[in-house]
């Protein structure tokens, strides 16, 4: 029994294949439709950056709270399942937030005429991509497979409490970053239907992007665990 269940989660199975395709294919839509937005009013072209650093952002933010809920199911239940869907979440989350800070910097140098600033914003958000980078260099460094998971869900969880402090940190303290383009404290939408569709057209693609590589990380690292039993 515990052979075909391992089987199964090995598999690399056609929903885990329709949600890349999916996702390969809105992310294309959502690239045409962003490329086609008419220029903001104050930022002219440079604002379809938003198009794609905003659902990117959203993306390192779920993944916070993915890996914080399959590590403490890990923590609870001890199956070592909820410790691999965790650190494929990491590691797929942390392609997100380069992107994230990549394409913010690359907003900020022709608005703020630098590349970087250690505003609030971008200073929780650089923490909050080292915690992870640090959970990825702890579970490489323990070799114990239990201490390695235990050691792993402490730092998803300590970065997990960094994500309400970054987002609410253009309201708490003076930021150069502007408010949130969705305000999900007061269900406020800060941004043109112009440049809203194609955010949330991106949005949906990398959801599913998101989704689709975190199961196919997760059936890699479960045939590497298996391998390892072998």
Do not use: C
Not at 22 to 42: E, H, I, K, R, T
Not at 131 to 158: F, N, S
Not at 195 to 211: E, G, K, S, Y
Not at 217 to 230: L, P, T, V, Y
Request: positive net charge; without cysteine; charged residues 15%.
């Amino acid at each position: 029994m515990q052979l075909a269940r391992s089987n199964q989660t090995n598999r690399l199975d056609g929903l885990t294949l329709g949600l890349l395709g999916l996702g390969v294919v809105g992310a294309v839509v959502g690239f045409f439709l962003a490329m086609g937005s008419p220029p903001d009013q104050s930022q002219g072209f440079v604002a379809r950056i938003f198009h794609m650093h905003v659902p990117t952002a959203w993306m390192a933010y779920l993944a916070s709270f993915g890996a914080l809920a399959y590590s403490v199911a890990y923590l609870v239940r001890r199956r070592a399942h909820h410790d691999r869907v965790a650190a494929a979440v990491v590691e797929v989350g942390l392609i997100f937030m380069a992107l994230a800070l990549l394409t913010g910097m690359l907003w900020a140098r022709p608005t703020w005429g630098v590349y970087w600033d250690w505003e609030p914003r971008l200073t929780t958000t650089a923490i909050l991509f080292a915690i992870y980078v640090g959970y990825v260099v702890v579970r490489g460094a323990i070799e114990d497979p239990e201490l390695r998971a235990k050691a792993a869900a402490g730092v998803a969880i300590l970065g997990s409490i960094n994500v309400p402090i970054s987002y609410m940190s253009v309201k708490w303290w003076r930021s150069l970053h502007q408010t949130q383009s969705i305000d999900l404290t007061t269900g406020k939408i800060n941004v043109d239907a112009a440049i809203l569709i194609p955010m949330l057209v991106n949005l949906a693609a990398f959801t599913l992007l998101f989704i689709g590589l975190v199961r196919l990380r997760s059936i890699i690292a479960a045939r590497e665990a298996a391998r390892e039993e072998a």
